[in-house]
RNA sequence: AGGCGCGUAGCUCAGUGGUGGAGCGCUACCUUGACACGGUAGAGGUCAGGGGUUCGAUACCCCUCGCGCCUACCA
């Protein structure tokens, strides 16, 4: 093996980008990179949940894309043939928000640039910017095949979202719907239930007197929003409420607007509850709007709040375009004019906010489309009930039954621009049952002024003499009545067709687009290549692993498996592993308003890569929240530093050594696994135990998806056996004068480096590329080998080396504690208790004089305890170091006083435990045993102890 | 209101029905020929509090307190 020199230290910078560069020129992302054994290879594939285009890195993809990684490097080094897809989310509301606020500094907005110029601009924007946070992802060390990457946009899964719709459409699922939805009025656009966050605000209740109508009296309601008093159509109480029974039935006065509404009952009011007594508003609450469609006839709807926010002409001249806020103070002010303000108190309650900007949520009646879901939920319940799918930790499941059983219909239209848009027609010129054009039914809003119109129906601008095209490329909102029938075009995508029941060739397609989760929902197959029966969608569907934070379960994942069992009838991943959420140090979650996000690539500049994925595999424990803590980065970087010199050191040691010359490390990793046992020394022997059982139990926790176990196993085996005791001790083997034994601790060193590395790749991507690259080697990367897995344990080792352990660390004891200069050599004497023992040690003794740093070392059954010298006490032997006129004889007594208060403590403990018939008697047997076996050890060490401390009791006097 | 989770060393976190663990920090000694991004030794915890189950509880059950999150039609 020829020689290498490696640097004192690791520079992670000058590592990383070059690496990931040949990486990708090899193709050795692509599932395609070795056809031969691959066509035998079982697959496993993940798609990675699609982050918006418009996003940059933030903790949270990079713990997910972490995750991802160790996945697809551990699956291909376990012989899985391995697609990781990638790809971005078109984002709807955001990017269109990006993308307006940009206009906004032109002067310019979405209307003035129309509809086709806008997307145009949009798609500038997503070619120039959208491609950052893959760059981001690269640096991570992603291993995603990229030549597969997706957008939801592309025209393959824009032919999916399409295939999908026009396939619900036809069977009724997706249907159009008059109902109060969430509506952001800063958006402009309606939102699903999910994409409104509520949260607790401070607010009033106001208390408001509305008259009777025979003036007997007034009842009082209480309201946290007295600015939609003005659309009131009835006062509800609860119909056992006796407080009210006279009244109900009688109509009340509604102040402001003078209009007379009833007082109905409905169960859901809670009589304990402010007054008792509710007025009831229809058009903007969810809760009215239940209860007025129960009364029968069912309660009127008014409308006083318009899309914009603002008042409507409805809410009357007083109030009639004052923002909402505004209206609230002015209707207050106008009630208590008139005495009708009965108290206001404060009040928490929650209030929906819009989730992409924090605007209050105004609920509006409008139509628009929905997905029934009842029956898809259903399967996709069953699905992860009966286990087909998993989640992981499985306390997600319940939340996911609660939702999934409590799901409401899917409000999937959007009225922005920047998505998939409806591919649905209408048709003005149908006559409809009523003898009525439909045109009548579609309401346009120009985006200005133009020859006099500001708005109006299809119908009447006809008439006004505008043509079809101006009106429709004049039109800021077209508003399509629930009565108008929509209908689908053989091809949607041709703007020429006709109206398949009149023949017209003025139609119209929807205005609104999909919201963006319709076309995620698709992702797993839809990024395979379906509609289309691919190769991929054969080989990879379903995929295997879905990672993703708890977040998105409903948004995301409920839905991906309602639309895989729909259209592929088939589950579209195995498992779903549920990740942390990544808060700040304090436990709060990080958000750019707070300012308390840690960029992770300013991380990774700092620290390298590899330290800052291995820190967050590291935290990753299950069903616990992480709070970052930057020192455990840097603490991580150390050991890319530790492991760094361990390499340097094997190469620094191996350069004599001429028998190696010439061989790959798989022709040494051959000759180390079959090798007689025997013909190694004890140390080596341990060392590949302890790898063994390291890479048993790696393999176990990542089967189980416990990254933070595996990382830490691997960890404490690198820093703390390998480096700690192993290198330590081959320092010795290596200068023996044994050749042949040497050369194997050599190859012994080579070998658990190997592994080592291969253990640590899928956490560490980047150093273990380049230091196994500096090892002669017959595959091209370290990816390409296998991941460590059954080797063999060998118990015998593991008990010998306890014997060279409790010597060593019995002599480091008594020399840390006795404040004794490491540099100083020391004598010592070993009285071993048992023949195995004795052999093992003498067998061994230039390791002990080495590494304790002694200049003699006796060993024999019959050692006598020297005159004034310190002790240490272990199970088969005792360690005694001569130190007479050397150290302080009251401080070794201190310290076997010490030792020995420790002990007793401990025999106490037992002995209590033992005297317990109970114990005895329920316990079981080999727990007896062990709790007997260990009250022995303890009473003799217990007894040396005193008998030593005796002698150096003698020595003070 | 309901549900879920958390409370373990100064800090950030693992963990388990049978003598409390890691990283960082701290103390002492050491520039030993892989590494001071290092080594060796050490200090530090009634495992939030109370009750129960058990021979035995930090772990399982119940309650209380504190913190966080999710869900809900809190007018």
Redesign the pocket.
């Known amino acids: 093996m020829p020689v290498k020199e490696l640097p ?3 520079n992670p910078a000058e590592v990383e980008d070059k690496w990931y560069e040949l990486w990708l020129q090899a193709g050795i992302f692509t599932p395609e990179f070795s056809p031969d054994e691959d066509s035998q290879k079982p697959t496993y594939s993940i798609v990675i949940p699609p982050p918006n285009v418009t996003g940059s890195l933030h903790m949270g993809h990079a713990l997910n894309a972490t995750i991802q990684d160790i996945l697809s490097r551990w699956k291909r080094m376990g012989g899985f043939r391995v697609l990781w897809l990638p790809g971005t989310d078109h984002a709807g509301i955001a990017t269109q928000n990006v993308v307006e606020r940009q206009l906004a500094g032109e002067g310019l907005d979405r209307y003035k640039l129309g509809r086709k110029e806008f997307i145009e601009r949009v798609w500038l924007w997503k070619e120039e910017y959208g491609g950052r946070i893959i760059h981001q992802l690269k640096k991570l060390g992603a291993s995603c095949d990229w030549t597969r990457e997706r957008f939801t946009m592309d025209e393959g899964l824009s032919k999916a979202v399409g295939e999908v719709f026009v396939s619900l459409f036809d069977r009724g699922l997706i249907y159009r719907a008059l109902r109060l939805i969430n509506w952001c009025p800063r958006c402009y656009t309606a939102l699903s ?2 994409e409104v ?2 949260e ?1 605000v401070h607010g009033k ?1 106001t208390y408001i007197r509305y008259p009777l109508e025979d003036k007997s009296s007034y009842i009082v ?5 007295p600015e939609t008093m003005l659309g009131d159509t009835a006062v509800c109480v ?1 119909p056992q409420d006796g407080r009210y029974i006279n009244i109900v039935g009688k109509n009340a006065i509604l102040p402001l607007v003078n209009r007379l509404i009833p007082v109905i009952t409905d169960k ?4 304990s ?7 009831v508003t229809p058009s903007h ?3 009215d709007e ?1 209860i007025a469609k129960r009364q029968d006839p069912p309660l009127p709807f008014i409308t006083v709040i318009g899309d914009d926010g603002k008042m409507t002409q409805e809410a009357g001249r007083s109030f009639a375009g004052l923002d909402r806020y505004e209206c609230r103070k002015k209707v207050v002010e106008a009630l208590k004019e008139r005495g009708l303000i009965e108290k206001i108190v404060d ?4 209030v929906g906010h819009c989730y992409r900007c924090k605007t209050v949520i105004e609920p509006l009646a409008t139509t628009q489309w929905y997905v029934n879901v009842a029956e898809m939920a259903a399967n996709a319940l069953n699905v992860v009930k009966d286990g087909r799918i998993r989640i992981i930790p499985d ?1 997600w499941k ?2 996911y039954y ?2 999934m059983e ?1 799901i409401r219909d899917w409000c999937i239209s959007r009225q922005i621009w920047w998505g998939h848009r409806i591919p649905v027609w209408y048709c003005p010129d149908c006559v409809m049952e009523n003898g009525v054009l439909q045109g009548e039914y579609i309401y346009h809003i120009f985006f200005a002024k133009t020859r006099g119109y500001y708005e109006g129906t299809y119908a009447a601008l006809k008439e006004a003499g505008f043509t079809h095209d101006e009106i429709l490329s004049k039109s800021k909102t077209i508003k399509v009545g629930i009565n108008v029938v929509p209908f689908i075009l053989n091809n949607s995508n041709n703007v020429n067709g006709v109206c398949p029941k009149c023949g017209s060739s003025h139609i119209m397609q929807d205005p609104d687009v999909l919201d963006t989760w319709f076309s995620s929902s698709l992702w797993p197959f839809s990024t395979l290549g379906w509609p289309e029966n691919t190769k991929d969608l054969k080989d990879f569907y379903p995929t295997g692993t879905l990672v993703t934070a708890f ?1 998105i379960l ?1 948004f995301w994942v409920a839905r991906m498996i309602m639309m895989g069992m729909e259209f592929m009838k088939e589950i579209p991943f195995k498992d779903v592993y549920i990740h942390a959420i990544v ?1 700040d ?5 990080m958000s750019k308003s707070k300012g308390n996000v840690v960029d992770p690539l300013i991380l990774i500049d700092k620290y390298g890569t590899d330290a800052f994925r291995f820190t967050l595999a590291a ?1 990753a ?9 930057e ?2 980065v ?5 050991f ?3 492991l760094w ?2 390499t ?2 094997i190469h ?2 191996i350069a004599d050594f001429a028998e190696l010359d010439l061989k790959t490390i798989e022709e040494i990793n051959t000759e180390v696994e079959t090798i007689e046992k025997t013909h190694l020394n004890i140390t080596d022997r341990w060392i590949l135990d302890r790898l063994a059982e390291t890479a048993e139990v790696a393999n176990n926790a990542l089967e189980d998806y ?1 990254f ?2 595996a990382a ?1 196993v691997i ?2 085996f690198i ?2 056996e390998f ?2 005791w192993y ?2 001790l081959s ?1 010795t083997s290596l ?1 023996c004068n044994k050749k042949e034994l040497a050369l194997w601790t050599k190859r012994c060193l080579l070998y658990v480096l190997d592994n080592t590395l291969r253990l640590l790749h899928p956490f560490m991507p980047f150093v273990t590329e380049e230091l196994w690259n500096t090892l002669p080697h017959k595959n091209k990367f370290i990816m390409e080998t296998n991941y460590p897995k059954v080797l063999g344990r060998d118990h015998y080792a593991q008990r010998k080396m306890n014997y060279l352990i409790d010597v060593i ?1 019995g002599v ?2 008594i ?3 006795l ?1 004794i ?3 100083k050599k020391l004598c010592s004497l070993i009285k071993t208790l048992t023949r195995e023992c004795e052999n093992c040690l003498t067998e061994n003794k230039d390791y002990i004089i080495n590494i304790a740093k002694l200049e003699k070392l006796d060993i024999a059954a019959d050692v006598d305890k020297p005159k004034g010298a310190a002790v240490s006490i272990k199970p088969e032997l005792e360690v005694f170091v001569p130190l007479a006129g050397i150290f302080n004889v009251k401080d070794e007594a201190d310290r076997i006083e ?1 030792e020995l208060n420790k002990t007793e403590e ?1 025999i106490k ?1 037992l002995d209590k ?1 033992l005297l ?1 018939e ?2 005895l ?4 047997k080999a ?1 007896v045993d ?2 007997k076996a ?1 009250y022995e050890e303890l009473i003799e060490k217990q007894q040396k102890l005193i008998e030593n401390l005796s002698k150096m009791k003698e020595l003070q006097e």
């Open positions: 004192k230290g690791y239930d999910l966050e509520h607790e209740l309601v209480a309201t946290t929003r609860h859901t009011v809670d009589p509850f402010g007054t008792g007594s509710v007025k609450d969810f809760n239940a009040h928490k309650h929650s306390g319940n939340s609660s939702w409590n977040d409903f808060r140090a304090k436990g709060d979650k935290f424990a299950q069903g616990r929240d992480i709070r970052f803590a020192d455990r840097e603490g991580y970087r150390h890319v530093n530790k010199n361990a340097r050191f620094m040691n416990r933070n176990d830490s960890y404490q820093w703390h480096c700690d290198i330590e320092k200068s660390s480091r004891n020399r840390g504690e404040n200069s490491p540099t010490k401990l403990n435990k317990n109970d114990f008697g329920r316990a079981p727990v062990k709790e260990k």
